[in-house]
């Protein structure tokens, strides 16, 4: 393999690109999870020991150079964008002071408002825990197992230098709010009703629906006699008081995580009109959310018995429930701190 070429072809690619949403999706492309240097550091793993150390090398040093040129690239898009706003956004210190206007409430922080008000009359506990983790609560006791794709350091940020643990395991970055049902469920006992939520990160491209970090929200209920009936009652009404409707058709589609089982995907049927979502039987199925009963194993990592104790499990992306409900496009929009969307797309705090 002519890695000179390679690293041309990819040049190319990152110099040609116009606009930084362009140099992003160019990076995806080559340095994302999906990416083309990333599947030649997954073909590692099937050559010879020999090969390894080669090919190994080469392939970091071309990742090491495309990424050089990227942050370059980045940088060029950033100096230009910062001279545009010099000629643009010029203040005229002779006019009279803009008026004070009152702030508004960020769509994320009114969702999860929304989300309390639906929960905490049902007796629902909600707890914010640590976003740096060991491996045993954010993998682990979730029973996911150690070949697991969302292990590798392609998926999750592993932290150097953290703290270290009793059982000397790497820190993470979580990747979801679940560990902090672990630790909640091994100091409190059943029965209990919980809400986990709070900022999460994976290693994820910056596209119009993927960011590094953003925001979950997980529920999670474990007594002795809980079906997934009870489930599918509390995502329908969820789902139904969130969106403000009482006709959202619903299916629950069979899938496979870890922690759960049975587990399931949740698909809503609707039509996208003028970017405002509208529940239809005629509309396409969209995944919203996935489900499940909680395993067996990842009840008995917190010390308690399976046989006495069963409970069910649902997590989503507050950033993609806003930006259905809300009719936003693109997730960085939620980061961008301009004044104008915020007061587009925030509440007013005295409306609420």
Not at 62 to 74: F, S, Y
Not at 97 to 111: M, Q, V
Not at 279 to 286: A, I, K, L, P, T
Request: aromatic share 10%.
């Amino acid at each position: 393999m002519d890695f000179d070429i390679l690293f041309e072809k990819f040049s190319q690619l990152v110099l040609e690109s116009q606009s930084f949403a362009e140099l992003q999706n160019v990076k995806a492309q080559i340095l994302g999870k999906n990416g083309e240097i990333t599947d030649l550091l997954k073909s590692i793993s099937s050559l010879s020991i020999e090969e390894k150390k080669t090919f190994g090398a080469s392939v970091n040093i071309l990742k090491n150079k495309v990424e050089d040129i990227v942050q370059k690239r980045a940088e060029h898009f950033k100096d230009e964008e910062t001279r545009l706003k010099l000629e643009t956004e010029r203040l005229d210190i002779s006019l009279p002071l803009t008026p004070l206007s009152i702030g508004k409430i960020h769509p994320i922080t009114r969702l999860m408002m929304e989300i309390e008000n639906f929960f905490k009359p049902q007796g629902f506990t909600f707890v914010d825990g640590q976003e740096l983790e060991d491996e045993w609560h954010n993998f682990d006791a979730l029973n996911i197992p150690h070949h697991h794709p969302a292990r590798q350091d392609h998926d999750t940020f592993y932290v150097k230098g953290s703290l270290k643990s009793e059982s000397n395991q790497r820190h993470v970055l979580r990747t979801h709010t679940s560990n902090t049902q672990i630790r909640y469920l091994k100091d409190h006992k059943p029965p209990l009703r919980m809400i986990s939520h709070g900022k999460v990160y994976r290693s994820d491209a910056i596209d119009a629906t993927h960011t590094p970090m953003f925001h979950q929200m997980e529920c999670l209920v474990i007594e002795p006699k809980i079906s997934f009936a009870h489930l599918k009652h509390t995502i329908q009404t969820f789902l139904e008081y969130i969106f403000g409707s009482t006709n959202i058709p619903i299916r629950f589609r069979p899938s496979y995580f870890p922690f759960t089982e049975p587990s399931a995907e949740v698909d809503v049927r609707c039509i996208s009109k003028n970017n405002q979502l509208i529940f239809s039987n005629e509309g396409n199925w969209m995944e919203i959310l996935g489900c499940g009963m909680v395993h067996p194993n990842v009840i008995k990592n917190c010390n308690l018995d399976p046989n006495q104790y069963q409970g069910f499990a649902f997590g989503v992306g507050l950033e993609r429930l806003a930006m259905l409900k809300y009719g936003i496009t693109d997730i960085r929009q939620f980061y961008n701190n301009h004044p104008d969307w915020i007061n587009h797309f925030g509440s007013n705090p005295l409306c609420i």
